[in-house]
């Protein structure tokens, strides 16, 4: 007998009498099942009188295997009929209780299957009975016919299991939460509200069939109030009057409560597609740390509801509701998810057990907090079906009386009831001490307990009349923050700068329940924000406009090394493939951009990277920008227009971009460059000659680029630097670039051509242009042409950007500009591939121009003010000079450039550039060398 082999436990019978008198019944089935059948009969009063009723039945099943068994039982469930269906099912109902029950009780069967058994039979009664009733009341013609049409997919109607039903985590007398909808978008509007009538009357029929007591019991009792405003909505609506709800009036615990939600009878494909529409309500995209206040709260309403507040005790002590019982690890899963669920799309399950897993395993919570609050929920479950086992009550609330609590002890299979009250009691108190903390706020602080000068106060006072604190719930969070940001804020190297910048990016934010939240949760984030803050205004000005970009910060791998180019577009691509529509694509482009190139410069700004690595790591995210873009430009380009004609196209990155050397505000060059390859039209929809084709999907590129949309833009993009300017189209042949470059292009256009690199579009047509650009480089490095234009082009540049100053890090003689003039000439005239400046001249020297001295002294040069350029650029998009610094700015400034104080950095400065300008000016001036 399979059954009885399995066995691995039993009860101790805590009334033997009753216990040996049922089992000597089975006698049959061998000690090993008898032992099993004594302690539950003489345990649980419900399961004995179970025993007796259905002995026959019981008898043959305990036979089997406990899988074979319950599969029957569904089959039965399957084959009724309307008049069978109410006996039909309480009937399965009783036989399922009992194998459950025995499986569970014996070991044979783990929680998870415990649970999953009795998920399983709710949904298939319910799906069983919705479709019966549905075609019941078509048959009445109380339904439209096209209901009859649909009967296979419930008749477009659909019952979403909400709660322990929805994840599989059924508990042994549990009532069933029920969510009754209709697919509106199936009927014709004119049929609207006699649908609406009809699935109501079937929705009402549904809870009586499944719950009404008879003289052969009831299947489940069914709770239909999780559905939307349910005092007022009728017991099934349509999906679009639930999605109007959500969307406009969606609570927290509404969310939490979607977690688990799950299809599970009538048209379940209907019933996906309705939950798909809600993932935006459920998980937010941004960090959701308001939640644990929402869920704390909730917490208390309860424990207050329940008069369930005061110590632990074992006698009468709620192991669901009460401290440290099961609700608690629930909530504390749930809520971590609704924070992180949003952008971690693994957090999206619905068991707890899973849940905590996930959790644990992206770093959310500690691995043995997720071992041990597993094991404890997994034995708090069991007590709980031993407790609803004893009279099948829903009820998970321990006896008043010390005999009870030796009853559940002996069903739990101890001996020894001090042995069990120890352990629960431990479990408990553990249980509450890992989640109480997670939940309960800090407590509030008081003013009054720091010593600010009264021109903090005077600060301080006004900070009540901003945006982010004008609802009360801000302000309660708010205030339990307040005195440690305004301690913080004393301890710095200057209170009164750092008080003022702080102050500057408190007005700025719109909105503050979301952030101080984020805030509480994570204390060290404090500290971020007043450091950025003290450096760098502008920087806490665009953070309080993007305070979203903190996420990023939580999400454990922030302060990680550069990851490279390849995975960064990967991880952009994968995000972008989530998204459901080009819009959505955008902006999920928009918000990865922000949150990296907020993290670069929270690495530089904490000398985490030198003003190099950042600049490399400005230039990487630009280009995963344009490679995982351009592919979804392009897809959604050809949805109307076709696949691009011919061999495609590419992008060429000019510039700083193309020498992969951005700084924090960078704007990008660009060239598109395509073949037709003789292919006159695009197919599709509206098909385009190719020129017209590749000017529009260029013209698409710089919007999906530039284009403001609810989450910014992502970069500014310049294309003047493509055949003709201005005046030549956005797009060029492959074919007429070649043309115009050999026999029309300006020396100025050959040296751009230096650093000029191919950052998306066809591989096999990179090489190609990439091969051009080598033999073109190649042609056109004549000395004597080269070193006039070159001449022409600095003189040019001096009268039009001459240069403001020792500050001005790019323009006027000596400075950046002048200097990668200088490198992107000596790389045409020595034919380099080198497309980075300092590469450049190394190859430039070992052509014979300039020399190595000079070289040394323009690469000198350049390093120093690449330093101040990024560094600038960080703290603000107008020139810096010291007079407009606060002390942390200057400080930073000193560090990025590596320079102990600020006389010094300024005479260095003007040295190296006065240095540099007269290199140039010698070095050109000597053109046979």
Same mark, same amino acid.
């Given at each position: ?266 048209d379940i494909k209907a019933g996906e597609g309705y939950l798909d529409r809600l993932t935006s309500f459920v998980w937010r995209k941004h960090l959701d740390f308001a939640a644990i206040q929402d869920a704390h709260d909730m917490r208390l309403r309860i424990r207050d509801h329940k008069g369930l507040h005061g110590p632990i005790t074992v006698e009468n002590h709620n192991i669901k509701l009460g401290a440290g019982g099961i609700r608690e690890i629930e909530f504390f899963t749930q809520t971590r998810q609704l924070i992180a669920g949003g952008r971690d799309l693994s957090l999206r399950v619905r068991g707890t057990v899973e849940g905590l897993d996930r959790l644990a395993t992206n770093g959310w919570i500690p691995q043995a907090v997720s071992e041990q609050l597993s094991e404890d929920y997994r034995i708090h479950r069991e007590l709980e079906h031993r407790l609803q086992m004893v009279g099948d009550a829903q009820t998970q609330t321990m006896p008043k009386s010390a005999e009870g609590v030796d009853r559940i002890a002996r069903f739990m299979g101890y001996g020894d009831t001090q042995a069990f009250r120890d352990e629960l009691t431990e479990r408990l108190e553990r249980v509450a001490d890992l989640t109480e903390d997670f939940f309960e706020p800090s407590q509030p602080g008081q003013n009054a307990l720091i010593d600010i000068p009264e021109a903090t106060a005077k600060v301080v006072e006004r900070w009540q009349s ?36 702080? =102050? ?162 960078? =704007? ?123 001449? =022409? ?137």
């Amino acid at each position: 007998m399979e059954f009885a082999r399995r066995l691995t436990r039993a009860p101790i019978p805590f009334d033997p009498d009753i216990g040996a008198e049922v089992a000597q019944s089975f006698a049959g089935l061998g000690p090993e099942m008898q032992e099993l059948l004594n302690g539950t009969a003489g345990c649980s009063p419900f399961l004995g009188g179970l025993l007796k009723r259905d002995m026959a039945w019981a008898q043959d099943a305990l036979c089997q295997s406990p899988e074979a068994a319950f599969e029957q039982i569904l089959k039965d469930i399957d084959a009724l009929d309307y008049a069978g269906l109410k006996p039909g099912l309480r009937t399965a109902k009783r036989h399922a209780a009992l194998l459950i029950a025995l499986a569970d009780l014996g070991g044979v069967w783990s929680l998870e299957e415990v649970t999953d058994a009795l998920t399983r039979l709710a949904q298939s009664a319910t799906h069983k009975a919705l479709g019966l009733l549905v075609a019941e009341q078509v048959r009445r013609k109380k339904l439209p016919s096209i209901c009859g049409e649909r009967l296979d997919q419930g008749g477009g109607m659909v019952a979403i299991a909400m709660g322990k039903m929805g994840a599989y985590e059924l508990n042994y007398s549990s009532d069933i939460d029920l969510i009754c909808l209709f697919d509106e978008t199936q009927f014709d509007p004119d049929d609207y509200y006699e649908v609406r009538s009809g699935f109501i009357r079937a929705t009402r029929e549904l809870a009586g069939v499944l719950s009404d007591q008879t003289g052969d019991g009831y299947v489940f009792r069914t709770d239909l109030r999780l559905r939307p405003d349910a005092s007022v909505t009728p017991v099934c609506i349509s999906m679009e009057v639930a999605e109007r709800y959500y969307e406009s009036l969606g609570r927290t615990w509404e969310r939490a409560a979607h977690i688990k939600a799950r299809a599970c009878a009538g048209d379940i494909k209907a019933g996906e597609g309705y939950l798909d529409r809600l993932t935006s309500f459920v998980w937010r995209k941004h960090l959701d740390f308001a939640a644990i206040q929402d869920a704390h709260d909730m917490r208390l309403r309860i424990r207050d509801h329940k008069g369930l507040h005061g110590p632990i005790t074992v006698e009468n002590h709620n192991i669901k509701l009460g401290a440290g019982g099961i609700r608690e690890i629930e909530f504390f899963t749930q809520t971590r998810q609704l924070i992180a669920g949003g952008r971690d799309l693994s957090l999206r399950v619905r068991g707890t057990v899973e849940g905590l897993d996930r959790l644990a395993t992206n770093g959310w919570i500690p691995q043995a907090v997720s071992e041990q609050l597993s094991e404890d929920y997994r034995i708090h479950r069991e007590l709980e079906h031993r407790l609803q086992m004893v009279g099948d009550a829903q009820t998970q609330t321990m006896p008043k009386s010390a005999e009870g609590v030796d009853r559940i002890a002996r069903f739990m299979g101890y001996g020894d009831t001090q042995a069990f009250r120890d352990e629960l009691t431990e479990r408990l108190e553990r249980v509450a001490d890992l989640t109480e903390d997670f939940f309960e706020p800090s407590q509030p602080g008081q003013n009054a307990l720091i010593d600010i000068p009264e021109a903090t106060a005077k600060v301080v006072e006004r900070w009540q009349s901003y945006p982010a604190l004008r609802s009360e719930r801000a302000v309660e969070i708010f205030n339990r923050l307040r005195p440690g940001i305004l301690k913080k804020l004393a301890d710095s190297d200057r209170p009164e700068e750092a008080l003022t910048a702080f =102050d500057g990016f408190l007005s700025g934010l719109p909105a503050g329940v979301q952030l101080f939240s984020l805030f509480e949760a994570n204390p060290q984030l404090i500290d971020l924000i007043i450091d950025i803050t003290s450096i760098a205004p502008e920087l806490s000005q665009y953070l309080s406009r993007n305070a979203s970009v903190l996420d990023a910060v939580i999400g454990g791998d922030f302060f990680a090394p550069w990851p490279g180019l390849e995975p960064l577009v990967q991880e952009l691509s994968a995000a972008m493939g989530r998204a459901d529509d080009y819009e959505r694509k955008l902006d999920t482009a928009r918000r990865w951009l922000k949150e990296w190139h907020f993290r670069i410069g929270v690495h530089l700004l904490r000398g985490l990277v030198s003003a190099e690595e950042a600049s490399s790591e400005y230039a990487d995210l630009a280009e995963a920008i344009l490679a995982a873009l351009w592919p979804v430009v392009v897809d959604n380009f050809a949805k109307k227009h076709g696949p691009p004609p011919g061999n495609g196209a590419v992008v060429l990155g000019m510039g700083s971009l193309g020498a992969g050397r951005l700084t924090p505000r960078s =704007d990008l060059d660009l060239i598109v460059i395509y073949d037709p390859a003789g292919v006159d039209s695009s197919e599709g929809r509206r098909p385009l000659a190719s020129r017209t084709y590749y000017a529009r999907l260029t013209q698409a590129l710089v919007t999906a680029m530039s284009a403001p949309m609810s989450e910014g833009k992502l970069y500014e993009v310049d294309m003047r630097l493509r055949p003709s300017g201005n005046q030549g189209p956005v797009a060029t042949s492959l074919e007429s670039f070649r043309l115009y470059q050999r026999e029309e292009a300006w020396t100025w256009e050959h040296l751009a051509l230096t650093r000029a690199r191919v950052v998306a579009g066809s591989p096999d047509l990179a090489q190609v242009v990439e091969a051009f650009r080598r033999l073109l480089l190649a042609e056109k490095g004549n000395p004597e042409h080269v070193l006039e234009g070159v001449r =022409d082009m600095r003189t040019r540049l001096a009268d039009a950007k001459p240069g403001t100053g020792v500050w001005d890090a790019k323009n006027g003689p000596g400075n950046l500009t002048d200097i990668e003039l200088v490198a992107s000439a000596g790389a045409l005239l020595a034919a380099s591939t080198q497309v980075r400046p300092t590469e450049q001249l190394e190859d430039a020297v070992a052509g014979g121009w300039p020399s190595a001295e000079q070289a040394e002294i323009l690469n000198r040069a350049h390093t120093l003010l690449r330093k101040l350029q990024i560094a600038s650029k960080l703290l603000s998009d107008s020139e810096i000079t010291p007079d407009k610094l606060g002390q942390g700015s200057l400080r930073f400034v000193l560090q990025t450039c590596e320079v102990d104080d600020l006389d010094k950095l300024s005479k260095t400065l003007n040295s190296v550039t006065a240095e540099a300008g007269a290199t140039i000016t010698q070095a050109l001036g000597d053109p046979s060398k």
